[in-house]
């Protein structure tokens, strides 16, 4: 599992039939091995970020709109996180429809990232919404089908369907706790959740690709005991999704083990739905940064250049492994005042993440950042 990010609570030490799939996301094959197809970015918090008035430009320093500004350095994907009923009003329903018009209309495509919560869910917190907190595991997937169908097919009347979703975030050892918790290798209660995801994804828009996504980079043992562990409850997917940070999942070489391993494992395309690399030591508002060291991994300091060349060996590490995409998560989260990590207290709380943004603390995106095939 990951640790403590974003500014939220600590998370545990231990850590998308698609018709269209070959088309959007193709399979494993040779091909995939060389390509990335899926060239992400999770800019969940620009929408508040434009609201409060931050401004971005490209590395040039022309201004510009930070979805144009990331395309033109290759992102083709966009991920956008999705709570229930968040206390800041961002990130949740009306907000992400909003969001995803703005995405499909620059010809972005666009992952939803489902927490099932009012607020941050990772590998030490799943906490239920609060509208679902008394509700057991049967009324649970009756919550998840109908969240997930609502949300989705509010996107696609609108003509802004999701090409993928995530159904959970970073869920290794399960979601809507404490019902939906893997407790003695018990998998039953959280295969009966994701079938929910899923079958309401399917139902909702037969191309979207669904996504099960853990922190799991880390170790091999951890995936498998994870998606052997769904798919003996007959749990599907079609796309696996691991999160990567080399200061918290270890050596790249074992990442690509793992991607690899999962690749031929499962049968199914593999993605990194989240990396990042800090660019500063400084930090530019009042919280502090969750990754603070001058050189976080052998080899990258935290520079400007040194983020870039981590960015850049995470691409061609996964590609080599056979994944078919990156995202990188929150690239235009800098220190904007009350753009804060909660939802709670979104106006006063501070920024730990800003230091690892792709764009300095003016909005300007640094010059050697690259998506790249």
């Given amino acids: 599992m990951t640790v403590y990010r974003t500014g939220r609570t600590a998370k545990a030490a231990v850590f998308l039939a698609a018709v269209t799939l070959s088309a959007v996301l193709p399979a494993p094959a040779a091909s995939a091995a060389n390509t990335l197809t899926v060239l992400g970015a999770d800019v969940s918090t620009a929408q508040r970020a434009l609201d409060l008035g931050a401004k971005y430009s490209d590395a040039n320093g022309v201004a510009g709109d930070p979805l144009d500004i990331l395309k033109g350095a290759g992102v083709n994907y966009v991920r956008l996180r999705v709570w229930n009923n968040p206390r800041s009003g961002y990130n949740n329903k009306a907000k992400i429809l909003r969001y995803a018009q703005t995405v499909k209309a620059k010809g972005l495509k666009l992952l939803v990232d489902f927490h099932y919560s009012d607020t941050w869910a990772d590998p030490g ?3 239920k919404p609060a509208a679902w907190a008394s509700h057991g595991i049967g009324a649970l997937q009756t919550d998840v089908y109908d969240y997930t169908y609502d949300v989705c097919s509010a996107l696609k009347a609108q003509g802004t369907a999701p090409d993928s979703v995530q159904i959970g975030n970073e869920i290794n050892v399960g979601m809507l706790w404490n019902d939906g918790k893997v407790v003695d290798n018990n998998f039953t209660n959280l295969g009966l959740l994701l079938k929910a995801g899923y079958n309401a994804t399917k139902a909702c828009n037969g191309a979207t690709q669904v ?12 995936a498998r005991w994870f998606y052997d ?4 409850k007959g749990v599907q997917w079609d796309i ?3 999160s990567y940070y080399c200061y918290w999942h270890g050596t790249m070489a074992n990442m690509a083990g793992v991607v690899s391993d999962m690749r031929s494992r499962y049968g199914k395309p593999v993605v990194l739905a989240e990396t990042a690399y800090p660019y ?13 060291a001058s050189q976080p991994c052998s080899g990258y300091p935290a520079t400007p250049a040194g983020q870039a060349a981590n960015f850049t060996a995470v691409q061609n590490t996964a590609r080599g492994a056979g994944a078919i995409g990156v995202f990188y998560w929150e690239p235009t989260w800098y220190a904007v005042p009350g753009n804060g990590w909660d ?3 979104i106006a006063h709380s501070g920024n ?6 792709v764009f300095d603390r003016t909005g300007r995106l640094h010059p050697n950042i690259r998506w790249s095939p």
């Fill in 352 to 357: 730990g993440w800003e230091n690892q943004a």
């Fill in 229 to 232: 562990g769904i798919r003996a």
């Fill in 211 to 222: 996504i099960i996504h853990t922190a799991d980079a880390d170790s091999d043992a951890h």
């Fill in 343 to 345: 939802p709670a207290d």
């Fill in 240 to 242: 696996t999704g691991l």
């Fill in 280 to 292: 500063t030591t400084a930090n530019h508002d009042g919280t502090p940064n969750v990754i603070s």
């Fill in 125 to 127: 917190t799943q906490t």
